[in-house]
């Protein structure tokens, strides 16, 4: 039974715990040294050829520094070069059709003008087939791939923004349009539309003929939208009792907690919404099927994004349930029940329940010690959550010895440099310097 508890297993100061918003300006992003040597290629690349057809491809996956960028050039390049912005269709995504109607409405762009055209809108085409023949990416590298010849008409700078889930596909799919290209320019943010491979394979059985060919160990291989519209498809076919769907809601709750977690989703609080919603259908869909592993773990998803707002009361009875759930499942002896009890106990803490949170951290620490020894990282979680819980009770000389026991089994079994045993180090060296400070 897979469980998921807090990442990382620990309640740690300085750690990703709190689940704050990952939040990074646009001017952070391109401030960064390799984001800015991207945006001045790009720019010496429009520069070099005011005549003639400049085929230049962006890559993005976070649509609001990509507008950033797409802002700043455009004040950059005028007078210069005029700026025009088009979108592509959904229904029928050609690149060709979209620069034509906007070169029909422009008497500028029929004077063959200097001129630069950002396109987008490739972002938003569905990877998956959707019952359809095609699905929408499908048919824009058809388009590409047939029409590259008619693009020679538009003698302007044509900066194509493309995802880079996307950029994999087209290099493959539409080679002949991928040789014309006069360059490729990356941008580099941590927000993302795609999901990897591996996040799917284990609700592959969900798409059935809805992929195209694909690489499963491709890093960015499906836009996460397409996740939800399959969803939506499965329940308008089947009904929403369908048993697939237990499995594919609780699969997609976990993605957007796993997104939200590592600083990728693009909208922090819609993912946050969409997380609770598709973990409380599968909550209910689990019940009613009598799927009691799976509905473990997403009780325990689902209390950890309560948990994560603040929202107390509403984690607490959840992550109640997920306990009992495990032991009856699992019995006494087993880590998942560890991982449990971490789980309530932090919230336990987090509320100021030291009197509550302290037998459920000290059951933990037991048990992890009786079920994987003494070397364990889940032994320095423990450790490391009771050194904390004793460090806010002004338990002092309690904590230091359990710190010191933590970063020594961090050190041993993942190095010097690793997050968690830096985090471990920084927690040690913070208590130190508050029994210092208190002399």
């Known amino acids: 039974m897979e469980t998921s508890e807090p990442y990382p297993q620990s309640i740690l100061v300085n750690?990703?715990?709190?689940?704050?918003?990952?939040?990074?300006?646009?001017?952070?992003?391109?401030?960064?040294?390799?984001?800015?040597?991207?945006?001045?290629?790009?720019?010496?690349?429009?520069?070099?050829?005011?005549?003639?057809?400049?085929?230049?491809?962006?890559?993005?996956?976070?649509?609001?520094?990509?507008?950033?960028?797409?802002?700043?050039?455009?004040?950059?390049?005028?007078?210069?070069?005029?700026?025009?912005?088009?979108?592509?269709?959904?229904?029928?995504?050609?690149?060709?059709?979209?620069?034509?109607?906007?070169?029909?409405?422009?008497?500028?762009?029929?004077?063959?003008n200097p001129a630069v055209i950002t396109v987008t809108g490739v972002e938003q085409l569905y990877f998956l087939r959707l019952g359809e023949e095609r699905s929408e990416q499908?048919?824009?590298?058809?388009?590409?791939?047939?029409?590259?010849?008619?693009?020679?008409?538009?003698?302007y700078a044509i900066v194509l923004w493309v995802t880079n889930q996307i950029l994999?596909?087209?290099?493959?799919?539409?080679?002949?349009?991928?040789?014309?290209?006069?360059?490729?320019?990356r941008f580099v943010s941590k927000k993302t539309n795609a999901v990897p491979g591996k996040e799917i394979e284990p609700i592959r059985f969900a798409f059935s003929d809805e992929l195209a060919d694909t690489d499963k160990d491709n890093p960015y291989f499906l836009p996460i939208e397409d996740l939800q519209k399959l969803i939506d498809k499965i329940e308008q076919e089947r009904g929403v009792k369908d048993a697939s769907l237990a499995t594919l809601y609780s699969r997609l709750g976990q993605i957007?907690?796993?997104?939200?977690?590592?600083?990728?989703?693009q909208n922090y609080k819609k993912e946050q919404d969409l997380a609770i919603k598709y973990l409380r259908k599968a909550v209910e869909l689990q019940k009613e099927l009598d799927l009691h592993r799976e509905l473990a773990t997403s009780l325990n998803n689902l209390a950890y994004l309560h948990f994560s707002q603040g929202r107390y009361t509403e984690a607490e009875p959840l992550y109640q349930q997920a306990l009992q759930l495990t032991r009856r499942l699992l019995g006494e002896e087993h880590p998942h029940v560890a991982s449990s009890l971490n789980n309530l106990a932090g919230l336990y803490r987090y509320q100021g329940r030291y009197a509550e949170a302290e037998p459920l951290y000290q059951q933990a620490l037991e048990l992890r010690r009786r079920l994987q020894g003494e070397e364990h990282p889940s032994v320095a979680t423990s450790l490391d959550n009771l050194a904390l819980l004793y460090f806010f009770q002004g338990r002092h000389t309690e904590a230091e010895p359990l710190y010191q026991q933590a970063l020594n089994i961090c050190e041993r079994l993942l190095g010097t440099n690793h997050p968690h045993t830096v985090t471990v180090r920084k927690n040690l060296e913070g208590l130190r310097a508050a029994i210092h400070s208190y002399g």
């Open 15 to 112: 750690s990703e715990e709190n689940q704050t918003e990952f939040v990074q300006t646009n001017q952070e992003l391109l401030d960064d040294e390799e984001n800015q040597d991207a945006y001045d290629d790009l720019i010496v690349s429009i520069e070099a050829k005011e005549q003639g057809l400049n085929l230049l491809i962006g890559v993005c996956d976070d649509a609001n520094f990509r507008d950033r960028i797409i802002s700043q050039y455009e004040a950059e390049l005028q007078p210069r070069f005029r700026p025009y912005q088009v979108t592509l269709a959904r229904g029928e995504p050609s690149l060709k059709a979209a620069i034509n109607q906007l070169v029909e409405k422009e008497e500028y762009l029929r004077q063959c």
């Open 256 to 265: 957007y907690r796993i997104r939200l977690e590592q600083g990728e989703a």
């Open 168 to 185: 994999v596909n087209l290099s493959q799919k539409a080679p002949d349009f991928w040789s014309w290209r006069n360059g490729v320019f």
């Open 138 to 155: 499908e048919k824009f590298f058809g388009y590409l791939q047939w029409t590259r010849e008619a693009l020679r008409e538009f003698p």
